[in-house]
């Protein structure tokens, strides 16, 4: 007896056991070609403040005057974005810089990020006005959705959108 004649023997005798390890080794074989996909694509980056803020603007169907107004305040909340960046990296940079130090000096590090967290509220505060001025030009409804949807923080891959305070 040979060996092909005693596989093709057992083959008969089971087929049910080549049917279970046949339908085992394709979804072994599904399983790793996604967990290869998902490794090879990676997870899609987070939408930039720009994006986010023209993703809001198509959700709520301005009209043309409204939609001059949303355009006016996406340029004004960029500008206050880059002189956030503009202000507050340096600071940030010099803190950690310091905290690089062998003989870091505390006091200063916290200074530095106080000064930077300072900036920041205060710049954010500025956008105050102009959000203002923004929402009177949207109907009750559009304000309402603004307000969900600016709160709505950008999600990490594959989890559903988060809202919270900011």
């Not at 005057?65 to 974005?81: I, K, L, P, T």
């Amino acid at each position: 007896m040979t060996l092909v004649s005693t596989a093709a023997r057992g083959a008969t005798r089971h087929p049910l056991l080549w049917v279970a390890l046949t339908l085992s080794l394709l979804l072994n074989l599904c399983f790793v070609a996604g967990a290869l996909w998902i490794r090879i694509q990676g997870p899609p980056l987070p939408a930039s403040p720009a994006e986010r803020l023209q993703r809001i603007g198509a959700e709520l169907a301005l009209d043309p005057q409204q939609r001059q107004a949303f355009d006016q305040y996406s340029e004004n909340v960029r500008a206050h974005m880059q002189r956030m960046r503009d202000t507050v990296e340096p600071l940030m940079t010099a803190a950690w810089s310091e905290l690089a130090k062998p003989d870091a000096d505390q006091a200063t590090a916290a200074r530095l990020f106080d000064e930077a967290g300072q900036a920041r509220r205060s710049l954010q505060r500025e956008l105050l006005t102009p959000t203002l001025t923004l929402l009177t030009t949207l109907s009750p409804e559009q304000r309402a959705k603004f307000v969900e949807l600016f709160h709505q923080r950008p999600r990490s891959w594959g989890q559903p959108p988060q809202r919270g305070s900011r």
